[in-house]
């Protein structure tokens, strides 16, 4: 358990850091907001870029692996979107709660824990993982908060908007041209892979001291936003990584270490892109901001169970 809680640490100390900052005074009320927009518009574009600029075909190739964790993501996030939605929830947050509860935070969890209890034969899984995560689920996410922001009713003018609207977002666009580069075996020169790795490198520190900025602003909250939030973890949490470990033991038959891998990367608690999109399009983020807080403090539990009665542990 130690371990676990040695790994996930450092996040909890970023967003401690912004939540002091602000409440100190160091930082002013339009900090968050400010901080969010530099991950969507550099950090994190830059981060994406580079994941699908330097991953092979090889690396990638796991097609049974592929499936048991990419169902698994789209399956949480399709049921939550439907669910919210049918409910009072606007199609915009619908999709930002759809990814509180299938978001994992394969980038900034996921490769240490899986370094630190399956070895470096892991990463390349992992990468598929956050590749997923990242670039699939948070395209599908933006094409859905896009469209449901869109008030035009024909379906070829809101087409022609949402396109117009996708192809600026630099989140989408970004890792486009980073597998177009990859596929060009083009040789990157070593200053430009450098810029591309400090300003990703930002993308992570820089979300997590954004949300602890949020959590320090004072503000109304009700009740229904805080069974929503418990609701979106334990989606999270346990039915996330119930729905993969279905499909990798019981639908595809994963080798064992592989399908452990897997359901421990879907149990990884909810990563801050959720808290970024919330941001970024201006929609309430109390909600998921608590989901991000509270999914990764009961992660240090729900995975430390798991590892320890499926032995993994001792790997």
């Known amino acids: 358990m130690v371990s676990t809680i040695l790994v996930i640490l450092p996040i909890f100390a970023l967003i401690l850091a912004g939540y002091l900052c602000r409440k100190l005074g160091v930082l002013g009320p339009r900090s968050s907001p400010e901080?969010?927009?530099?991950?969507?518009?550099?950090?994190l574009p830059a981060l994406l870029?580079?994941?699908?600029a330097h991953t092979t075909e090889q690396q990638i190739y796991q097609p049974a692996f592929v499936a048991v964790f990419g169902l698994g993501c789209l399956t949480v996030f399709a049921a939550t979107v439907i669910l919210r939605w049918r409910g009072?929830?606007?199609?915009?947050?619908?999709?930002?709660?759809?990814?509180?509860?299938?978001?994992?935070n394969t980038g900034f969890i996921g490769f240490p824990l899986g370094l630190l209890v399956?070895?470096?034969d892991s990463l390349s899984a992992v990468t598929i993982a956050a590749i997923l995560t990242v670039c699939v689920l948070f395209a599908i996410a933006i094409i859905l908060i896009?469209?449901?922001?869109?008030?035009?009713?024909?379906p070829a003018h809101l087409l022609l908007k949402v396109g117009r609207s996708l192809s600026r977002n630099p989140?989408?666009?970004?890792?486009?041209?980073?597998?177009?580069?990859?596929?060009?075996?083009?040789?990157?020169?070593?200053?430009?892979?450098?810029f591309f790795k400090l300003l990703g490198g930002a993308a992570s520190p820089c979300a997590l001291v954004a949300l602890g900025l949020f959590i320090a602003e004072k503000r109304d909250s009700s009740a229904t936003q805080g069974q929503s939030s418990w609701l979106l973890v334990g989606l999270?949490?346990?039915?996330?990584?119930?729905?993969?470990?279905?499909?990798?033991?019981?639908v595809f038959s994963l080798p064992a270490t592989l399908g452990h891998l897997a359901v421990v990367l879907a149990a990884l608690p909810t990563g801050t892109g959720p808290f970024m999109l919330a941001e970024f399009y201006?929609?309430?983020?109390?909600?998921?901001?608590?989901?991000?807080?509270?999914?990764?403090i009961g992660s240090v539990f729900t995975l430390t169970l798991y590892l320890y009665f499926t032995g993994m542990h001792t790997s």
């Open 35 to 43: 901080l969010n927009r530099f991950v969507v518009y550099l950090a």
């Open 49 to 52: 870029f580079d994941i699908m």
């Open 88 to 104: 009072t929830r606007h199609l915009a947050d619908a999709s930002i709660d759809g990814l509180n509860a299938a978001y994992a």
């Open 118 to 120: 399956f070895g470096r």
């Open 146 to 154: 896009e469209s449901g922001l869109q008030a035009e009713r024909r």
């Open 171 to 194: 989140l989408l666009v970004a890792p486009i041209l980073g597998a177009l580069f990859a596929a060009s075996s083009a040789t990157m020169p070593s200053s430009v892979e450098t």
């Open 236 to 250: 999270k949490l346990i039915v996330h990584p119930a729905v993969t470990w279905v499909l990798a033991f019981k």
């Open 282 to 296: 201006e929609r309430e983020a109390v909600v998921t901001s608590r989901a991000i807080l509270v999914s990764t």
